[in-house]
């Protein structure tokens, strides 16, 4: 849902024994964030909490590319008169459906009693059609 919505951002977990509690971020991330932090088990602390910071990031887009104009002929004449032998297009990166997961990377170090894991959770922006524009 957050993905198709294209929300990202952080969510901050405070892991004390066995008590989960949400520190900071959206409520739509920290279901998906929660249900993951369940499914791992982390080594119990004498003292001192774990703090887990999850940050959702959607990438893909648009970028630009460079392309040349006409064939090797009309190059040759547009560079005769000093014009532009490129142009610039815009494509659309885009995912199928079922083609790219999740990607997910942590860091882990100790902050005097506390451990802090930050977790990265990349996905490509999912989109209905893919298109190329010519500008």
Not at 33 to 51: C, F, H, I, M, S
């Amino acid at each position: 849902m957050a993905r198709s919505a294209a929300i990202q951002g952080d969510v901050l977990f405070e892991i004390s024994g066995p008590d989960l509690r949400l520190a900071d971020g959206n409520p739509i991330l920290a279901k998906t964030a929660q249900d993951n932090l369940e499914t791992w088990t982390l080594p119990p602390l004498e003292r001192g909490k774990y703090l887990v910071r999850v940050h959702f990031v959607l990438v893909g887009g648009t970028r630009k590319v460079m392309v040349p104009v006409g064939n090797k002929l009309d190059r040759f004449f547009l560079r005769l008169f000093h014009a532009q032998t490129e142009k610039a297009r815009t494509i659309v990166d885009c995912d199928s459906v079922g083609t790219r997961k999740t990607d997910i990377r942590q860091t882990a170090l100790r902050d005097g009693d506390d451990y802090v894991i930050e977790v990265f959770a990349t996905n490509m922006v999912k989109c209905f059609s893919a298109y190329v524009s010519h500008l």
